[in-house]
């Protein structure tokens, strides 16, 4: 081997190694499992499967879920919300962005409207982000499933938290919480709405 192509093979980034976890009590609904299968195959030897299974709060398990993270090889974790499924080679395509933190988001309903989450801080509220196509950033406040986040990010943050008020009323839940420190610290946010999941509730939005 030549001087010079040493110094390039030297270049050549490692690959990204991903570790898909999902949240949950006991359960997971089917779609969202084989989804998860399917990404496995095709993203192998790179991807691993964190376990997350607790009855305890949401907060704790997303910890839970960063803290198995943290104790392996893997560059990037992958959250997905045992209701949601995302769309053929997402975390493929996600990776591709080379971002800090990007989202394929997935669909929420506020009254009678049905939007994205990908939102925008307005003061201390936040209110939904348009438009609702193509890649969409560096700012805006996205949710934890369909969430891909590079290591570093987590190391620096911290834990995932929810924020209350005097009273001990909730007034922040641990995503926008996660985004808003994110920004803070310097991250960029994106999310990729043509990777629009799906949401399985009582119905599929």
């Not at 081997?1 to 999902?22: A, D, E, F, H, Y």
């Not at 493929?92 to 990007?102: N, S």
């Not at 669909?107 to 939904?128: A, F, N």
């Not at 946010?189 to 629009?196: E, H, I, T």
Request: charged content about 25%; glycine content about 6%; hydrophobic content about 40%.
């Amino acid at each position: 081997m030549s001087q010079n192509q040493g110094k390039s093979l030297r270049r050549l980034k490692s690959p990204s190694r991903v570790g898909i976890s999902t949240a949950t009590k006991g359960t997971i609904r089917e779609e969202t499992a084989l989804w998860r299968m399917q990404a496995f195959v095709q993203l192998a030897p790179n991807v691993e499967i964190i376990p997350c299974i607790t009855s305890l709060p949401l907060e704790h398990a997303r910890n839970e879920q960063v803290e198995r993270f943290l104790a392996s090889t893997c560059t990037h974790l992958f959250l997905l919300d045992s209701d949601c499924v995302p769309q053929d080679r997402t975390i493929q395509q996600l990776l591709a962005y080379d971002m800090p933190i990007i989202a394929a988001p997935h669909p929420t309903r506020k009254g009678d409207e049905i939007g994205l989450m990908v939102l925008d801080r307005q003061g201390d509220s936040y209110v939904q982000h348009r438009p609702l196509t193509g890649i969409q950033g560096p700012d805006v406040v996205v949710g934890c499933a369909g969430l891909l986040i590079r290591r570093d990010v987590l190391e620096k943050l911290g834990p995932f938290r929810f924020l209350y008020d005097e009273r001990g009323m909730l007034t922040k839940g641990e995503d926008f919480d996660f985004c808003d420190r994110a920004h803070d610290a310097g991250y960029e946010v994106w999310a990729q709405c043509d990777l629009a999941q799906q949401h399985i509730v009582t119905m599929v939005i």
